[in-house]
């Protein structure tokens, strides 16, 4: 019954493939993240979806592409992996409510992150 | 990008309180002091976060100061598992994103 849950755990794979990390989460919430933590351990967003919408795509390669097929999925299919696409990627979804009028994004569930290398 | 300063490190005596400070001058009045950790090799995980008045959960007591520009976050007695990296956030409404700066890695000695 994990909250937010991500596959594979471990990737490894060769430059110039193509590859994908699926996410879920089963908390009912309508906004799901991608972050990526790069070998120095900074942990940047890379996207942000709500309702099955893209809110937020940081300065990312459009060789990494998330797909959400519902509002429980968001998927981050990368194409022509490269070096430097090593690192840990998270997943992490979160609920917005209304506080005074305002919407209040609630705190972020994070996934156990999946740690890719590509040689 | 990251709005806070946090020292890159520190200790903690087990069953001690653990202070941990975060400056962020430059805060806004919409902006929200949020505090994370994460343990070795794990997800990020939420633990408390305010706007002006002190908070307290089940976890911590987030401190900030009368003019918002530097709060602490107290773990009042610490355990081995409480060794982490702890961030402090500086977050507004929207856009819907939390932005991490380096962190402070608390070691908790036994």
């Known amino acids: 019954d994990t909250a937010v849950s991500q596959t594979p755990k471990y990737l490894v794979t060769q430059m110039g493939n193509d590859k994908s990390i699926k996410c879920e989460q089963n908390?009912?919430?309508?906004?799901m993240y991608w972050y990526k933590q790069d070998s120095k351990k900074f942990l940047k967003i890379m996207f942000s979806?709500?309702?099955?919408?893209?809110?937020i795509n940081e300065t990312v390669p459009n060789r990494f592409s998330p797909k959400s097929p519902d509002k429980a999925h968001l998927n981050l299919h990368i194409n022509s992996l490269e070096l430097g696409d090593s690192a840990v990627y998270f997943c992490?979804?979160?609920?917005?409510?209304?506080?005074?009028?305002?919407?209040?994004?609630?705190?972020?569930?994070f996934g156990p992150g999946t740690r890719l290398t590509v040689l | 990008d990251a709005k806070t300063t946090q020292p890159p490190s520190m200790d903690c005596a087990e069953g001690r309180a653990a202070n941990l400070p975060c400056n962020h001058s430059?805060?806004?009045?919409?902006?929200?002091v949020y505090w994370y950790r994460q343990i070795h090799s794990q997800g990020p995980q939420y633990i408390i976060h305010?706007?002006?008045n002190n908070e307290t959960n089940e976890m911590a007591s987030l401190i900030i100061t009368e003019d918002r520009k530097s709060s602490t976050l107290i773990l009042p007695h610490a355990t081995l598992r409480d060794t982490a990296v702890y961030y402090c956030?500086?977050?507004?409404?929207?856009?819907?994103?939390?932005?991490f700066g380096t962190g402070t890695r608390l070691t908790i000695i036994p």
């Open positions: 908390l009912g919430h309508d906004t």
């Open positions: 956030i500086v977050r507004s409404l929207t856009p819907e994103k939390l932005t």
């Open positions: 305010g706007l002006k």
């Open positions: 430059t805060i806004s009045g919409n902006e929200y």
């Open positions: 979806y709500n309702n099955k919408e893209l809110i």
């Open positions: 992490a979804s979160s609920q917005g409510r209304e506080s005074g009028g305002y919407p209040f994004v609630n705190e972020q569930f």
